[in-house]
T-cell receptor, first 113, second 114 residues
Framework: GESVGLHLPTLSVQEGDNSIINCAYSNSASDYFIWYKQESGKGPQFIIDIRSNMDKRQGQRVTVLLNKTVKHLSLQIAATQPGDSAVYFCAESPGDTGNQFYFGTGTSLTVIP | EAGVTQFPSHSVIEKGQTVTLRCDPISGHDNLYWYRRVMGKEIKFLLHFVKESKQDESGMPNNRFLAERTGGTYSTLKVQPAELEDSGVYFC????????????FGQGTRLTVV
């Protein structure tokens, strides 16, 4: 079965610092790897994805890195802001089975002002 | 455009009772998904509709769970009879096309079975 896990359940960073959230996965056949952010009282919200044939993708203040050798995924947030405080989920998707995402347990990021 | 909406936001029921959760997807989104997060654990897939048809219900825990999407619009997820282990947050998500990684999630229904 699928197994997507996170190294740390909680992470605290100072405002303005960079954040790195890590994730390990087990299914080498996954086509996409995705990061979702869940703020308190809201549902998960898409942040960024990366296809399995890439090793890096950048968005606005976020960068996702994929290391297929060690089955590791990370999300880097530059200049972390209080609004970044949330639970971050990594997920993997086979890509062609209609969005059956396999989520990890989530990392709670707290930004300290 | 309105997002995915779920009703109710919270529900507390006794073991053995029935609860029905509702999800209104974004208009025009044929794909509708149900997920569940049991406290502290991962978000787990329950099932996927394409319009009114169940595309994949491999994640449904057991036959106490029944999902419907009559007319291909809103969907309901009924739990009957509810057990303590059914407690968790139930999320609904929708997307316009299959294969996209960007699904739009509702705020979730927090179900507590006591």
């Amino acid at each position: 079965g699928e197994s997507v896990g996170l190294h740390l359940p909680t992470l605290s960073v100072q405002e303005g610092d960079n954040s790195i959230i890590n994730c390990a996965y087990s299914n080498s056949a996954s086509d996409y790897f995705i990061w979702y952010k869940q703020e308190s009282g809201k549902g998960p919200q898409f942040i960024i994805d990366i296809r399995s044939n890439m090793d890096k993708r950048q968005g606005q203040r976020v960068t996702v890195l994929l290391n297929k050798t060690v089955k590791h995924l990370s999300l880097q947030i530059a200049a972390t802001q209080p609004g970044d405080s949330a639970v971050y989920f990594c997920a993997e998707s086979p890509g062609d089975t209609g969005n059956q995402f396999y989520f990890g347990t989530g990392t709670s990021l707290t930004v300290i002002p | 455009e309105a997002g995915v909406t779920q009703f109710p936001s919270h529900s507390v029921i006794e073991k053995g009772q029935t609860v029905t959760l509702r999800c209104d997807p974004i208009s025009g989104h044929d794909n509708l998904y149900w997920y569940r997060r049991v406290m502290g654990k991962e978000i787990k897939f329950l099932l996927h509709f394409v319009k009114e048809s169940k595309q994949d219900e491999s994640g449904m825990p057991n036959n106490r769970f029944l999902a419907e999407r009559t007319g291909g619009t809103y969907s309901t997820l009924k739990v009957q009879p509810a057990e303590l282990e059914d407690s968790g947050v139930y999320f609904c998500a929708s997307s316009r096309r299959r294969g996209t990684t960007e699904a739009f999630f509702g705020q979730g229904t927090r179900l507590t079975v006591v």
